[in-house]
C-alpha cells in the first residue's frame, strides 16, 4: 500500500490564487521530504527539501517566496503555490524515504487558468 | 554537466526481448542509485534499489553499477507491453539531506 499520501490529486485555479498541496507520511515519520515538480515530457526536478523543524532547502532557481514550505510536524509537509501564474501549471510530487529510496505521493495536478 | 544522464530513447524492443536502460551520473561519492517506472500522468514507482558494485536481480528486472565507471543500468527482461513506461535512473547525492536527482528519463515501448 501507499507510504506517503499526497492531497488534492488535481487543483484548478484562477490566476493570482494560492493553492496548497499536502503531503503526509503513513505510518512513519519523516523529517525529511523532497518536493519535486515535473513538466509534460519531462523528468522530476527537485525543487525543495523540506525539513521538520526548521526552514526548507530551496534548489538553485527555485523562488522560496513563490512555493512556501512548511514541514510542521514529523508526518505532515505542505507546499503552498503563492499567486499562481499560468506557468505555473505542473504536476507537483513529494517523496519521503523510510529506509532505502523514496516513496512518491500520488501527485498533484495544478492547472492555473 | 548534468548531475544525472540517461539514454533519451525513445526505445523499442519486441515482446520477449531484453530492454536495456543506461545510466550515468556526475557525484563519485554516491552511494544509493534508484530506478523507477512512470506511467503517462503517474507519479514514479520504485522498482529497484542498487548500493553495491554488480549484479541485482528481481524477478525480470536486473540492475548493474560500476562505481568506478559513475554507471548504472536495468536490464528488463522478457520484456512485456505492460512494460512500457518511462524509465527514470535515480541517485542520492552527497548532501546534508541526501537529496534525490533525477536524469531525464528513457521512454520504453515494448511492442506485442
Known amino acids: 500500500g501507499a507510504v506517503v499520501s499526497q492531497h488534492p490529486s488535481r487543483v484548478i485555479c484562477k490566476s493570482g490564487t494560492s493553492v496548497k498541496i499536502e503531503c503526509r507520511s503513513l505510518d512513519f515519520q519523516a523529517t525529511t521530504m523532497f518536493w519535486y515538480r515535473q513538466f509534460p515530457k519531462q523528468s522530476l526536478m527537485l525543487m525543495a527539501t523540506?525539513?521538520?523543524?526548521?526552514?526548507?532547502?530551496?534548489e538553485q532557481g527555485v523562488e522560496k517566496d513563490k512555493f512556501l514550505i512548511n514541514h510542521a510536524s514529523l508526518t505532515l509537509s505542505t507546499l503552498t503555490v503563492t499567486s499562481a501564474h499560468p506557468e505555473d501549471s505542473s504536476f507537483y510530487i513529494c517523496?519521503?524515504?523510510?529506509?532505502?529510496?523514496?516513496?512518491f505521493g500520488a501527485g498533484t495536478r495544478l492547472s492555473v487558468l | 554537466q548534468k548531475e544525472v544522464e540517461q539514454n533519451s530513447g525513445p526505445l523499442s524492443v519486441p515482446e520477449g526481448a531484453i530492454a536495456s536502460l543506461n545510466c550515468t551520473y556526475s557525484?563519485?561519492?554516491?552511494?544509493?542509485f534508484f530506478w523507477y517506472r512512470q506511467y503517462s500522468g503517474k507519479s514514479p514507482e520504485l522498482i529497484m534499489s542498487i548500493y553495491s558494485n554488480g549484479d541485482k536481480e528481481d524477478g525480470r528486472f536486473t540492475a548493474q553499477l560500476n562505481k568506478a565507471s559513475q554507471y548504472v543500468s536495468l536490464l528488463i527482461r522478457d520484456s512485456q507491453p505492460s512494460d512500457s513506461a518511462t524509465y527514470l535512473c535515480?541517485?542520492?547525492?552527497?548532501?546534508?539531506?541526501?537529496?534525490?536527482?533525477f536524469g531525464p528519463g528513457t521512454s520504453l515501448s515494448v511492442i506485442p
Open positions: 557525484d563519485r561519492g554516491s552511494q544509493s
Open positions: 517523496s519521503a524515504s523510510l529506509g532505502g529510496g523514496p516513496y
Open positions: 523540506s525539513n521538520e523543524g526548521s526552514k526548507a532547502t530551496y
Open positions: 535515480a541517485v542520492k547525492f552527497r548532501t546534508s539531506y541526501d537529496k534525490v536527482i
